[in-house]
């Protein structure tokens, strides 16, 4: 079965800052994917970033890159110049690649605070 | 993008009664339905999973006639809490899929108070 873990439950950041929130997962398969989902207080989901274990080239979108090191079943999420409306749940999510079977396992989450 | 709208995003039931949860998929057809319940300061734990027109699986822990099921078509699927207690207050969160599914989408949650 595969698992996530995060390992941090709580982090914090000053406002423009850097900050890397780390993943671990464990996994027999060779094809899925991975996400980052943020979960603000309204506790919507909402998607962050994706990775396909296929590609070797890190996903980024604006603010938000990760660092996917698929042999060491790592992927963590860096977060450049933090905001204020980042702060929130931060949730690492791996999905088996194959259709309508694809539920996600999640890890505990991060939750991150960004200070003025 | 997809759409997603579960109903009702709170609700406050007395101890015994009966709940049901609506979830919509509005601009897809969503062949499989997945239910995960969140208690307070935790994460996303899934409780079944469900193909239309087919019955509902579920995961190991969750009593399926507590929690019933119907997903009758591929933008309507249901969740009915029966005889809720109390430890069944939590937050309820549809995710309707489609098939060959790359990414996973999320409706807007329900919290259940059960008094």
């Known amino acids: 079965a595969q698992t996530v873990t995060q390992s941090q439950p709580e982090m914090s950041v000053q406002e423009a800052e850097t900050v890397t929130l780390s993943c671990t997962y464990d996994?027999?398969?060779?094809?899925?994917?991975l996400f980052w989902y943020k979960q603000p207080p309204s506790r919507q989901m909402i998607l962050v970033i994706r990775?396909?274990?296929?590609?070797?080239q890190n996903a980024t979108e604006n603010r938000f890159s990760v660092n996917f090191q698929k042999a060491a079943k790592s992927f963590s999420l860096k977060i450049s110049d933090s905001q204020l409306g980042d702060t929130a749940m931060y949730f690492c999510?791996?999905?088996?690649?194959?259709?309508?079977?694809?539920?996600?396992?999640f890890g505990k989450g991060t939750k991150l605070s960004v200070k003025p | 993008g997809a759409v997603v709208s579960q109903h009702p995003s709170r609700v406050i039931c007395k101890s015994g009664t009966s709940v049901k949860i609506e979830c919509r998929s509005l601009d897809f057809q969503a062949t499989t339905m997945f239910w995960y319940r969140q208690f307070p300061k935790q994460s996303l734990m899934l409780m079944a999973t469900?193909?239309?027109?087919?019955?509902?699986?579920?995961e190991q822990g969750v009593e399926k006639d507590k929690f019933l099921i119907n997903h009758a078509s591929l933008t309507l699927s249901t969740l009915t809490v029966t005889s809720a207690h109390p430890e069944d207050s939590s937050f309820y969160i549809c995710?309707?899929?489609?098939?060959?599914?790359?990414?996973?989408?999320f409706g807007q949650g329900t919290r259940l108070t059960v008094v």
């Open positions: 990775q396909e274990a296929y590609k070797q």
């Open positions: 469900s193909n239309e027109g087919s019955k509902a699986t579920y």
């Open positions: 999510a791996f999905m088996n690649y194959g259709g309508s079977q694809g539920n996600l396992i």
């Open positions: 995710s309707p899929t489609r098939t060959a599914n790359t990414e996973a989408f």
């Open positions: 996994t027999s398969e060779s094809n899925y994917y």
